[in-house]
């Protein structure tokens, strides 16, 4: 069946720009993850979503960055006023529910010049 | 979660076994051991998980020590396409369970 898929594959923003990236979850799964990893180390959690609520925001590093799930499927990670240093590959990850296994998208990398 | 800690890189040798090791001394009752990679540019795959038995399916092996401080994630016939960064995690899985925390993972390098 089809994986996660998020749009689009590449993204490249000049500083101070907003953008949006997006996230369709494997069909059925209720629980969604954005994950943003830098060149050479592993995915840093940024929030998660238990159906349309977000369950737990804990990794966002500022209130530049907001993400919404408005009717549970579908995700829109949001960076608002972007900056060189939000430059990385934004995961995203589904789960059947909040304790199975996730599976992960191919990313967006996003390029702040 | 639990830390992880892997070795930065690994070779081998291609149609031979990889032994991929894992430690995780702090890990909790309720925690999963987890394994992903991740080849480059893409997202990364799920590989295998277990609690305390050792787990085998098409992909690998997983074999976690009795006091399950350690585990190795074993590749039985490595082929080129093993080449990938192997992330060694553990999981809570409850009611609360949520995010997954990686660290830096194995670079294995499979070689002809």
């Known amino acids: 069946g089809a994986g996660v898929s998020q749009t689009p594959s590449n993204k490249v923003t000049e500083k101070g720009k907003y953008v949006e990236l997006r996230c369709d979850p494997i069909?059925?799964?209720?629980?969604l993850y954005w994950y943003r990893q830098s060149l050479g180390q592993g995915p840093e959690f940024l929030i998660y979503?238990?159906?349309?609520?977000?369950?737990?925001d804990s990794g966002l590093p500022n209130d530049r960055f907001f993400a919404v799930r408005p009717e549970g499927s579908v995700s829109t990670l949001k960076i608002q006023r972007t900056e060189r240093g939000d430059s990385a590959v934004y995961l995203c990850?589904?789960?059947?529910?909040?304790?199975?296994?996730?599976?992960f998208g191919p990313g967006t990398r996003l390029t702040v010049l | 979660d639990a830390k992880t800690t892997q070795p930065p890189s690994m070779d081998c040798a291609e149609g031979r076994a990889a032994n991929l090791p894992c430690n995780h001394s702090?890990?909790?009752?309720?925690?999963?051991v987890y394994w992903y990679r991740q080849i480059h540019s893409q997202g990364p795959q799920y590989i295998i998980h277990?609690?305390?038995n050792n787990e085998t399916n098409e992909m690998a092996s997983l074999i976690i020590t009795e006091d399950r401080k350690s585990s190795t994630l074993i590749l039985p016939h490595a082929t080129l396409r093993d080449t990938a960064v192997y992330y060694c995690?553990?999981?809570?899985?409850?009611?609360?369970?949520?995010?997954?925390?990686f660290g830096d993972g194995t670079t294995l390098t499979v070689k002809p």
């Open positions: 277990g609690l305390k």
């Open positions: 069909s059925g799964h209720t629980a």
């Open positions: 979503f238990q159906g349309t609520g977000a369950a737990d």
């Open positions: 702090t890990i909790s009752g309720n925690e999963y």
């Open positions: 990850a589904s789960s059947l529910a909040r304790t199975d296994t996730q599976y």
């Open positions: 995690i553990v999981r809570v899985i409850s009611t609360n369970a949520g995010k997954s925390t």
